[in-house]
């Protein structure tokens, strides 16, 4: 059985964030901490057997949380390299399955984790998480997946594996994802107030 006990979480914290303008999105205020720390901090009572961060050029001191960090050198490639960099990262005795989790969502928590754990269904397993309209990250996957992992290419990351899975549905606040200034503008006026 798949239990956080036997699974890597992955936290995808690489990209070119071009959206975003011209700073790091993932050190971006929001509610007293960077961005790019929230989802570490939601998750870090979970007992996962390990903990993997991929990324490039962001400041964050993922390591100093305790996460083995593998650098994307080449984020310009798309978000499939950092899925299969962190996978390759990931594989190691006793793990049977990674959690992918993308670290501009701030408002994920760990309750959801559990959830996607509970609707687990062995080695073959892709359980990802959904607002009731579209599946996203979070989500779990099976040792029978990784290999499919890490072949993925292009900008896509394992959106097709994702569809074609099983989906577990959570409040849309908790999968917000934040890729431009507006939207973080936005996140702030709902739950945070403005940077001084």
Same mark, same amino acid.
């Given at each position: 059985m798949i239990a956080p006990e036997n699974t890597?979480?992955?936290?995808?914290?690489?990209?070119r964030s071009g959206r975003f303008g011209l700073s790091d999105k993932l050190t971006a205020p929001f509610l007293g901490r960077p961005l790019g720390l929230h989802a570490v901090t939601a998750l870090e009572g979970v007992p996962?057997?390990?903990?993997?961060?991929?990324q490039d050029g962001v400041k964050l001191d993922y390591a100093a949380r305790g996460y083995e960090v593998a650098h994307n050198r080449r984020p310009e490639e798309g978000l499939s390299l950092? +899925? !299969?960099l962190g996978v390759q990262a990931a594989r190691g005795e006793g793990i049977d399955a990674v959690l992918i989790a993308l670290a501009d969502m701030p408002r994920i928590t760990a309750a959801q984790i559990y959830r996607l754990f509970d609707a687990q269904h062995g080695p073959r397993t892709v359980v990802a998480s959904s607002d009731g +309209? !579209?599946?996203k990250p979070p989500a779990l996957f099976g040792a029978a997946r990784l290999?499919?992992?890490?072949?993925?290419?292009?900008?896509?990351g394992a959106r097709d594996m994702i569809l074609a899975g099983r989906h577990v549905v959570t409040s849309p606040d908790e999968l917000i994802d934040v890729d431009t200034e507006e939207e973080l503008a936005e996140l702030r006026a709902r739950f945070d107030r403005p940077p001084t």
């Open positions: 890597a979480l992955v936290l995808l914290a690489a990209g996962f057997a390990r903990r993997i961060v991929v950092s +899925v !299969r +309209v !579209r599946p290999n499919a992992l890490e072949a993925l290419e292009g900008d896509n």
